[in-house]
Structure formats: C-alpha cells, structure tokens
C-alpha cells in the first residue's frame, strides 16, 4: 500500500541550528502539507502545498519555516533557527479526495 | 474563531465494551469532518463525513454526522485492547480549505 515517508525519524539539535525535515507524498497526490504535535498537545496545521506554491498557512507558519519540493518527489520543511518550542513531532501528509495520508512523523527535539 | 471540542479527554474502559466518543465543532462554513486513530505516531484515517444522518460503518466502529447540532459521534462496540489509541476528530471548514483544525483528541486505553 503506498505510504507517505518521512526522514528522518528523530533529531536532535542546538538551538538556533537549522534542520530540514524531508518526506516523500504518495505519488499521485498533488496536495501536501505539514503538520506539527507538540507532546501532550494537539495536532496543528502549518502549511499546505499545491501546484508547487504554498496554499494555505497557519499562524505558526513564521518566517524561520519554509517548504519545498526540490525535486517533484521529496516535500521539506525547513527551520531557519530552532528554538526550544519547535521540538515536536512534524507529521507530513499528502491528500486525495480529502482524506489525508500521514507519514510517521519527524520527531524534533531542540537542545 | 473556528472551534473543534473532543469529550470526553480520557477514557479507561475494559475489554468487550461499548464506547462513544464525541465532537463537536463551530465553523464558518463546514465541508467535512474526519475521524483519525492515533497510535504511537501519525494519525490513521478512519472516516470522512460530509452528509447529516448517514452512518458510516468499518467493522466494530462507526460515526455520525449532525450538522444541525454541529457534532459528530465515533462509536465502538466490542472494543479490544487494540483499540486503545488517541482518536482525533477533524473539521475542514472554507475559505481555508486546507487547513483542517483538529481537536485535542480522546484518549481510549482498553483494560484486558
């Protein structure tokens, strides 16, 4: 069955480093987004990604974060300058017909 | 501000009962509203309802939707304890179509 997959599994990192999280959507959807969990919290919508553009994005969704896809299969997230409250689980999902695809999730820790 | 409310947070029941979860939403314009199952990690999709009064139905579990009430209820008869699990409930509401809220979820832990 085909799968949304996210690399990598778990990061550990210095405040104010940068980290880029990488996931591949299921191949024939064309929409993608990211979402973050903060342990214990609920599950947040960042951004979401169309036609090679951003479509939407959440409050979050600051100008230390950015999204691309580099190369029409992989989708990142990059973080410009960790800060402590970015450590979370960061689920990539893509989307058919309105039911969303999770990947496994990104867990970030920020030191 | 758009809102999604789960009930109850936290639900202990044992093997072979029947469990109810609820959600309840307020959204400018609603288009659908999901159901996901979370284990260790990503949320699995269970339902999508978009139609009032029309149940959907996978094996043990099924959900509801009441748009006049503005709330969705996700039930599982016979549960296992592979059931336990966070279950989230997700509303889609325009213009922000892709920006789905989610509520804080029901954590279900089933006893043997």
């Known amino acids: 069955e085909p799968e949304v997959t996210q690399t990598p599994s778990h990061q550990v990192t210095q405040m104010g480093q940068e980290v880029i999280l990488r996931c591949v959507p299921i191949?024939?959807?064309?929409?993608f987004y990211w979402y973050r969990q903060i342990l214990g919290q609920k599950v947040e919508f960042l951004v979401s990604?169309?036609?090679?553009?951003?479509?939407?994005k959440s409050e979050i969704f600051d100008d230390q974060f950015s999204v691309e896809r580099p190369d029409g299969s992989n989708f990142t997230l990059k973080i410009r300058s960790t800060k402590l409250e970015d450590s979370a689980m960061y689920f990539c999902?893509?989307?058919?017909?309105?039911?969303?695809?999770f990947g496994e999730g990104s867990r970030l820790t920020v030191l | 501000e758009d809102k999604v409310v789960q009930s109850p947070l936290s639900l202990v029941v044992h093997e072979g009962d029947t469990v109810t979860l609820n959600c309840s939403y307020e959204?400018?314009?609603?288009?659908?509203l999901l159901w996901y199952k979370q284990e260790k990690k990503a949320p699995t999709f269970l339902f999508m309802l978009?139609?009032?009064?029309i149940e959907k139905k996978s094996g043990r579990l099924s959900s509801i939707l009441d748009k006049k009430e503005l709330f969705s209820i996700l039930n599982i008869t016979a549960t296992q304890t592979g059931d336990s699990a966070v279950y989230l409930c997700?509303?889609?509401?325009?213009?922000?179509?892709?920006?789905?809220?989610f509520g804080a979820g029901t954590r279900l832990t089933v006893k043997p």
């Open positions: 997700a509303v889609e509401a325009p213009p922000k179509v892709n920006d789905m809220r």
């Open positions: 959204v400018t314009n609603f288009r659908s």
């Open positions: 990604f169309y036609n090679n553009e951003i479509s939407e």
């Open positions: 978009t139609s009032s009064g």
């Open positions: 191949s024939n959807h064309l929409y």
């Open positions: 999902a893509s989307d058919v017909a309105g039911e969303l695809f």
